[in-house]
């Protein structure tokens, strides 16, 4: 896996602070299936919370756990799954691997973890009671995931055009200045570098803190527009397909 220093960018202290979020241990992943938390004692706003925490815990997770979610809608095997997320751009700076990722979703209530016999049917929690650990193995030939009715609300609720649409609504004199950086990267991968050169000197870079004005750094803009699904590191700064489908649907309209 890549340092994030080789973006070319510094972490910010968002990002430092994300890092320090303390994480209840019902969402802490673990290998074990046994562990996984009763929902039924759960609301839905506080599956949603602990849904919520988990995905936003780490930025160098966030979008992949995003988009496992958004990929799980249809039952996955779990070899599927993995492969997908080893496929994102975005893993090559994952701080964990795919099944932890995976299970850390699960217990948070995002995904829904599927055990299944060889003929293909579903295993359930009473057909295990009073069976050995070797014969539970023997039962369960395969397992899955499938994406809750909590991980739908979530991934419907953070779709990135819509993080985009409220980014570039936050502050509208820097809507313009979000744009230009997008269509930048468009054609090809950015360096660090040439974003600082064609940001430099704009006046969006100024914002007026405690009555003092200031000078963001354009790392800002990238930050905040990673954080909206639009940008990814790949070999450089470049846009994500969804960042691409923000462009064209602008161009359109």
């Known amino acids: 896996m890549v340092d994030v220093q080789d973006r070319g960018i510094p ?39 602990a849904l919520n925490m988990t995905v936003m815990r780490h930025p160098l997770n966030r979008e992949i756990l995003y988009k496992a979610l958004a990929y799980c809608r249809e039952e996955r095997p779990l070899r599927e799954a993995e492969d997908y997320i080893a496929s994102l751009p975005q893993f090559e700076l994952a701080t964990q691997n795919q099944y932890y990722l995976l299970m850390s979703l699960a217990k948070a209530h995002g995904l829904e973890l599927i ?20 014969e539970v193995d023997d039962l369960i030939a395969s397992i899955s995931f499938k994406t809750t009715e909590v991980g739908d609300y979530f991934v419907d609720y953070n779709k990135p055009q819509a993080r985009l649409a409220d980014l570039l609504g936050l502050v ?15 054609s090809e991968p950015r360096p660090y570098g040439q974003i600082e050169a064609l940001l430099r000197g704009k006046p969006a870079l100024q914002t007026v803190i405690d009555g003092r004005l200031e000078t963001m750094q354009p790392s800002v803009f990238v930050d905040k527009l990673e954080r909206a699904g639009a940008l990814v590191w790949k070999d450089g700064w470049t846009l994500t397909e969804e960042g691409r489908e923000f462009l064209r649907d602008l161009t359109s309209n």
């Open 172 to 186: 509208p004199e820097r809507a313009d200045t979000y744009v230009e950086l997008l269509r930048f990267v468009e």
């Open 11 to 49: 972490r910010t202290d968002s990002q430092a602070d994300d890092e320090n979020v303390e994480v209840p241990a019902s969402v802490d992943a673990s290998i074990s299936v046994e562990d996984l938390p009763d929902a039924s004692e759960l609301t839905f706003e506080e599956k949603l919370a």
């Open 115 to 134: 055990e299944r016999d060889e003929r293909g049917e579903r295993v359930f929690d009473d057909q295990k009671e009073g069976l050995s650990e070797d």
